[in-house]
């Protein structure tokens, strides 16, 4: 069995350029349409530390409209997850321009107590934006799919009641950050873990349900689609939070994620195809397939209409990870349940399959 989770990184540009109402209010505005015409729904991963900001400073007028516009995407059934680019923690804003603090690029790699810190005030961030004291967010993505070295951050996010993490993607590797998913590759669509994300671990605190990918030889990269909008953002290349590293690409095959913002359709659909027949050999076991897409990339919004058509017409359902961990994994419902956790995948839409 299959079912397809969407989600979506809420956030301007990694170096603090861009406008809210553009890059994330507008786009997400079509999006949640979109996905309300065939009743299914969305994982949100707002970035919470640069809405703090930009609320604390009025930097962007659109600040309130985004904090809007998530109460109304969680009251639709959405799931609101936490998304933290953390060298936002301590920027300052002079002059109209963000400064943001590039030794705090990953959190992961912070005394346990800054990540507590920086965790805890996102977190109420968002109680805050969402007017709901009791909000836990379910689900977790680091910024710049951070989540190496993992034992601390694992213990802070489960500390306050996260479940899941979405921020592997197997077979990934950054040696600037010192990002190695690749050992994940032996790994099974999802799996435990604790002190180290590549390592299952059954009695771990979180699950990992990773980023789909599949190992693809380096020139399928240069799809036109994925050029065409990494070309619409010169802007974002400049002071960018990952200076990119030629070693990182110098390899036969690369991690092509599951990218509903900048893959074509048929690129979709093939590797949904490979999940489908690998489902045929083994319908007993449920493989979510997390599809990853940036509010900054939206711009083809009829292959996304055009995706969801063409997982309905095959009975695969879009579902978000509260409603798959509470569903699907049967460890999961027998550890002790979170009140707000429950809350929030109860207020999923039920999956939309024909
Ligand atoms: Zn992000």
């Known amino acids: 069995m299959i079912s397809v989770i969407f989600t979506l990184d809420y956030e301007i540009y990694g170096n603090g350029q861009g406008s809210l109402e553009e890059l994330a209010l507008e786009p997400t505005r079509r999006l949640a349409e979109i996905f309300k ?129 979405s921020s592997v993607f197997k077979g990934g590797r950054t040696r600037a950050l010192g990002l190695d998913y690749r050992p994940a590759l032996r790994n099974g669509s999802d799996w435990r873990f604790s002190s180290d994300v590549n390592v299952p671990d059954n009695g771990g605190p979180l699950w990992e349900i990773p980023i789909y990918t599949e190992m693809v030889p380096f020139w399928r990269m240069l799809g036109r689609k994925r050029l065409r909008i990494q070309r619409k953002m010169p802007e974002a290349a400049n002071g960018a939070p990952l200076p990119r590293r030629w070693l990182d690409f110098l390899r036969f095959r690369y991690p092509q994620k599951l990218d509903f913002c900048r893959m074509t359709l048929p690129e979709l659909a093939r590797m949904v195809d490979l999940v489908r027949q690998e489902d045929r050999r083994t319908p007993e076991v449920f493989k979510p397939v997390v599809s990853i897409g940036h509010s900054k990339d939206l711009v083809d919004f009829d292959t996304i209409t055009t995706f969801l058509d063409w997982l309905r017409k095959r009975s695969i359902s879009v579902i978000t990870l509260g409603a798959l961990t509470r569903d699907h994994f049967p460890l999961f419902r027998a550890t002790p349940p979170h009140p707000e956790t429950d809350g929030a995948s109860r207020a999923a839409p039920a999956m939309a399959s024909s």
């Open 37 to 165: 015409e065939f009743a299914v729904p969305l994982v949100v991963f707002a970035e919470a530390i640069e809405l703090a900001k930009i609320k604390e400073t009025q930097s962007d007028p659109a600040i309130s409209a985004i904090e809007q516009q998530l109460r109304s995407l969680r009251a639709a059934g959405h799931e609101i997850a936490l998304h933290l680019h953390p060298w936002w923690a301590n920027a300052h804003y002079e002059k109209g321009t963000w400064h943001l603090d590039w030794t705090e690029r990953n959190l992961c790699a912070l005394p346990a107590a800054r990540i507590e810190e920086v965790v805890a005030g996102a977190v109420s961030y968002l109680r805050c934006a969402l007017a709901d004291p009791l909000y836990t967010p379910h689900s977790y993505r680091g910024g710049l799919w951070l989540m190496q070295p993992t034992q601390n951050m694992a213990r802070v996010l489960s500390r306050h009641g996260i479940r899941v993490d």
